[in-house]
Structure formats: structure tokens, C-alpha cells
Nanobody, 122 residues
Framework: QLQLVESGGGLVQPGGSLRLSCAAS????????IGWFRQAPGKEREGVSC????????NYADSVKGRFTISRDNAKNTVYLQMNSLKPEDTAIYYC???????????????WGQGTQVTVSS
């Protein structure tokens, strides 16, 4: 069964850090660009960051630039999202998804994880 599984979410105070992981099973991530998305209550799902298949190219939403870092370890079949200086507005369910290339369009992603909750609150 082909699936992505996110982990690493939780409750953190403003200014804190979390590292999310996106692990693949049933397929090899080497052939896919991986995007991170998030969805806050009552809002549409939005793109956060994406990393190319090789890891040589990354992009970030303006709201997270300078605070979040995406990386990948193809040997571990895992992509990471390091989130620093977290703000309450970062609170959302975070999803990872696999596509042939980085895209801002959700329907261009072939596989999605089930999501992991990130809550930033004091």
C-alpha cells in the first residue's frame, strides 16, 4: 500500500520549534517532489514549502520564509520540515504530499498523508 505518514506535530509555545517528518511506505520518495501544506480551521489548505526530487531546489510561502526549512533524506525515504520561531498563526493540520514536481496546485499531488496537528499557544 502506497502511503505517506506525517509525524512530529504537537503543542508548542510561541517562539518554539518543531520538526515534522514525512515518511513514505510502499514507494520510493526519490522520484517525487514533496510538498508541505497546512489547513487551519475554517481556512483553505495552503502550500507551505516544497522540495524537488534531488533536494536541490526548495521554495517557501512568504509567511514562513526564514523560519521553516525543508529537507530530505532519500536514504531514509523521509522529508522533514523544521519549523522555528513558531507563531500562533502557524496553528494548523500539516500535510505532506508527493508529486512529480513542485506545484502550487493541490490536485497535482498524487499521494497525501493523513496530517499532523501543530498547535502554537501559550
Amino acid at each position: 500500500q502506497l502511503q505517506l505518514v506525517e509525524s512530529g506535530g504537537g503543542l508548542v509555545q510561541p517562539g518554539g520549534s518543531l520538526r515534522l517528518s514525512c515518511a513514505a511506505s510502499g514507494f520510493t520518495l526519490d522520484y517525487y517532489a514533496i510538498g508541505w501544506f497546512r489547513q487551519a480551521p475554517g481556512k483553505e489548505r495552503e502550500g507551505v514549502s516544497c522540495i524537488s526530487r534531488s533536494g536541490g531546489s526548495t521554495n517557501y510561502a512568504d509567511s514562513v520564509k526564514g523560519r521553516f526549512t525543508i529537507s530530505r533524506d532519500n536514504a531514509k525515504n523521509t522529508v522533514y520540515l523544521q519549523m522555528n520561531s513558531l507563531k500562533p498563526e502557524d496553528t494548523a493540520i500539516y500535510y505532506c504530499a508527493a508529486s512529480g514536481y513542485c506545484s502550487g496546485y493541490l490536485n497535482e499531488y498524487d499521494y497525501w498523508g493523513q496530517g499532523t496537528q501543530v498547535t502554537v499557544s501559550s
